[in-house]
């Protein structure tokens, strides 16, 4: 409609340019009725300009305007440094997520509030820390009434997936438009159901990529966010061609003791590393084949470490560092970085930023101990444009043992790092952190080469299952954590000032620390949990 009166209204100012004179009194309300006259074309171009502007506003936005599609991009398991363009001590070959990040921006400052996989999935789906929405152990369920990502980006006109792997609960708070969970191995069969109905999640299946493109091709007029959730490279590290990484001339990350146990176990993990990669590049080229790349803001995260001492379970770099992505065609710089400090539950205010809204409005569904309803996360939408490299002054993480396989009665860790350093507060340091690995055959040998004299295998092996109360970390002069200046007088007021902000984060949640640890199998999956954060 707005176009043909455009039409019409060109028509009429050309037959009065042939007269000089053109009369368009409706235009002016107030003006007298008679006798205004625009006798300067350039005047009338403008008057057009404004009525074209606003006529496209009226009929929707252009498609230089649309939202940005979003695509996320979970591995499951991946230790920061495995992704080769990060430069850590790796022999892992990520080839398609370097190409990612040679055409968008490496998040160097980027940290998980938590040490395994189904807190820190959800603190980026609700866009809150884990104890505050409830699902702060693992294999856990968000408290009655959590909003997240669909509830969030629906009023903004996206249509919402999760492809893969979910590890989130209760559905009532993931209302997907399309779930698309991972099927069984070596199967085209879809994912079983069981008695009550619920959709059985497979653990170790492959992820249908047709999905994908059937999820984009259904509505192409409306933008979409595909959360994508592998399982690679997940243990027990079974895919893959492990035939290409010969253990014997791997490196050994400084914080692992070198025994053949160690290296066999990297192998088979590097292997899944470059399945995983191999499954990037598929969605790249599925965004590329659908047309969908130069208007799609593509994130890929590492999720948390791997599943190998100090990394997996633990507050240290290699467990709660994540190696993060960004790719944005026209709004990204493409090879640049930016180490600003941010977290899982950033993504979500970031992403409702970047669609035209404001995350300082929204609701997640459950107050903090203040009554604050709104996110503990906030946009890094100007980090990825380049315009600042400040987020956070500090990150803040908490790992629960107690509901894990084999896991301590009770162990938490918390931990606050503002870049420089990190402060870890050990609970239960009177305790024996335990769990599957503490028996497994990588720890095992550790424990032994320390038996024939290796000072450093002995360090490593004790240190994984007896902690200080505090440990502080100088992460310029010792990046890997391997010595705790906690102690050391220079170092008190650092210590305190790192304390003072965990014990104000603690509270602003509702963690109560030993109370909140034995309470953790409370908020598993398949049990109920109304109540809110505790003041």
Wanted: hydrophobic share 35%; with cysteine; net charge neutral.
């Amino acid at each position: 409609m707005a176009l043909n009166a455009f039409a019409s209204l060109m028509l009429h100012y050309s037959a009065a340019m042939n007269r000089r004179r053109c009369h368009f009194p409706e235009l002016a309300p107030g003006w007298p009725s008679e006798g205004r006259v625009f006798t300067s074309p350039k005047i009338f171009q403008l008057v057009l300009g404004l009525f074209i502007v606003c006529s496209g506003r009226a009929a929707g936005a252009s498609p230089a305007e649309r939202p940005p599609n979003v695509v996320i991009f979970i591995a499951d398991d991946l230790t920061w440094h495995d992704v080769a363009c990060f430069g850590g001590p790796t022999d892992a070959r990520t080839p398609h997520l370097d190409q990612l990040a040679r055409e968008g921006m490496k998040l160097t400052g980027f940290y998980s509030p938590a040490a395994v996989c189904s807190p820190l999935r959800q603190a980026l789906l609700t866009g809150m820390y884990p104890v505050r929405n409830g699902a702060y152990p693992n294999h856990a369920k968000v408290r009655d009434g959590v909003r997240s990502l669909p509830h969030q980006l629906r009023p903004l006109g996206y249509r919402t997936a999760c492809l893969g792997k979910t590890h989130f609960d209760p559905p009532a708070s993931y209302p997907f438009d399309v779930l698309e969970i991972t099927r069984p191995a070596e199967s085209s069969t879809p994912a079983a159901a069981n008695k009550s109905g619920a959709t059985v999640e497979i653990d170790d299946g492959d992820f249908d990529f047709g999905a994908l493109e059937r999820f984009i091709r259904t509505d192409p007029q409306r933008p979409f966010c595909a959360y994508i959730a592998t399982h690679e490279p997940h243990a027990p590290w079974n895919k893959g061609d492990q035939s290409a990484f010969d253990p014997a001339k791997l490196k050994v990350p400084p914080y692992h003791v070198d025994t053949p146990e160690t290296r066999q176990d990297l192998a088979a993990y590097y292997a899944e590393v470059a399945l995983l990669d191999h499954e990037v590049g598929s969605v790249m080229a599925t965004l590329e084949k659908t047309g969908q790349t130069a208007n799609t803001l593509f994130l890929f995260v590492s999720e948390q470490g791997s599943g190998v001492p100090h990394a997996k379970w633990s507050l240290y770099n290699p467990g709660i560092r994540v190696a993060a992505i960004a790719r944005w065609p026209g709004k990204i710089k493409p090879g640049s970085e930016n180490a600003a400090l941010m977290q899982y539950v950033d993504v979500l205010p970031t992403l409702i930023a970047a669609a035209g809204g404001d995350p300082t409005k929204a609701d997640t569904g459950c107050p903090d101990t203040t009554g604050y309803r709104g996110f503990d996360g906030r946009s890094f939408l100007d980090v990825l444009r380049g315009k600042t490299n400040k987020l956070r002054d500090v990150v803040f993480a908490q790992h629960t043992t107690r509901g894990i396989k084999d896991g301590s009665e009770a162990y938490a860790s918390r931990a606050a790092c503002d870049g420089r350093w990190k402060l870890i507060v050990n609970l239960h340091a009177e305790s024996t952190f335990n769990n599957l690995l503490v028996n497994a055959p990588v720890l095992q040998s550790w424990r032994r080469k320390g038996q024939q004299g290796d000072a450093f295998a002995a360090e490593q092996a004790a240190r994984y299952t007896k902690r200080p109360a505090l440990e502080l970390y100088d992460l310029q002069a010792d990046p890997w954590e391997l010595t705790n200046v906690a102690d050391r007088p220079e170092n008190a007021a650092t210590l305190g000032r790192l304390r003072a902000q965990l014990d104000a984060w603690m509270r602003q949640q509702g963690d109560l620390g030993d109370q909140t640890e034995r309470e953790a199998t409370e908020h598993q999956a398949g049990k109920r949990s109304t109540a809110k954060p505790k003041k």
